[in-house]
T-cell receptor, first 113, second 114 residues
Framework: SQQGEEDPQALSIQEGENATMNCSYKTSINNLQWYRQNSGRGLVHLIL?????REKHSGRLRVTLDTSKKSSSLLITASRAADTASYFC?????????????FGTGTRLQVTL | GAVVSQHPSRVICKSGTSVKIECRSLDFQATTMFWYRQFPKKSLMLMAT?????????EQGVEKDKFLINHASLTLSTLTVTSAHPEDSSFYIC????FGYGYTFGSGTRLTVV
């Protein structure tokens, strides 16, 4: 079953603006990860935040995690046309010997010139 | 780094035939690989966890006889879609977990059944 819900489903902004995507999940997690997917391609790992962390930065990316609300946000600052892609949050649930990644519904980001 | 190669990237097959998709970890050994299915503009749905040397663990609702998974070596997992039907047309993605590197994804396979 789908673990996370993301909003908005689609986001269109202009180059230079910031983009914020939100993710909510349902159960306790070990960590939460954000991935990017260009159309028709595989996924690229962007950033991981552990359950005991509240905020993390990587370049133009800023991720927050609120475990009390079971939510996370991804902020992309000073967006570029090349940031156009779908973004997914994913949570890790340890089950037995395998840690499975479960994905949110995704946000399709369009950055226009 | 951790690189996962998935092949083929695109395949078209006739209804009733079988298609095999390969997922290889190129520079590391992967005891566990994962297979996902993605519908257009939708999220990734985990189909099964592929375990080297043992049977795959399928998610609820996934037909194990329809989607055969083999993980015969530490660097190769295959997904065979048997007796394919048009409703099996989808984007299939594999991933492998490498300790210290997290999850690495293949580039996906676009399957079209005609």
């Amino acid at each position: 079953s789908q673990q996370g819900e993301e909003d908005p489903q689609a986001l269109s902004i202009q180059e230079g603006e910031n983009a914020t995507m939100n993710c909510s999940y349902k159960t306790s997690i070990n960590n939460l990860q954000w991935y990017r997917q260009n159309s028709g391609r595989g996924l690229v790992h962007l950033i991981l935040i552990r359950s005991n962390e509240r905020e993390k930065h990587s370049g133009r990316l800023r991720v927050t995690l609120d475990t009390s609300k079971k939510s996370s946000s991804l902020l992309i600052t000073a967006s570029r046309a090349a940031d156009t892609a779908s973004y997914f949050c994913a949570t890790v649930l340890n089950t037995g010997t395998a840690s499975k990644l479960t994905f949110g519904t995704g946000t399709r980001l369009q950055v226009t010139l | 780094g951790a690189v996962v190669s998935q092949h083929p990237s695109r395949v078209i097959c006739k209804s009733g035939t079988s298609v095999k998709i390969e997922c290889r970890s190129l520079d590391f050994q992967a005891t566990t690989m994962f297979w996902y299915r993605q519908f257009p503009k939708k999220s990734l749905m985990l189909m099964a966890t592929s375990n080297e040397g043992s049977k795959a663990t399928y998610e609820q609702g996934v037909e194990k006889d329809k989607f055969l998974i083999n993980h015969a070596s530490l660097t190769l997992s295959t997904l065979t879609v048997t007796s394919a039907h048009p409703e099996d047309s989808s984007f299939y993605i594999c991933s492998a977990r490498r300790f210290g590197y997290g999850y690495t994804f293949g580039s996906g396979t676009r399957l079209t059944v005609v």
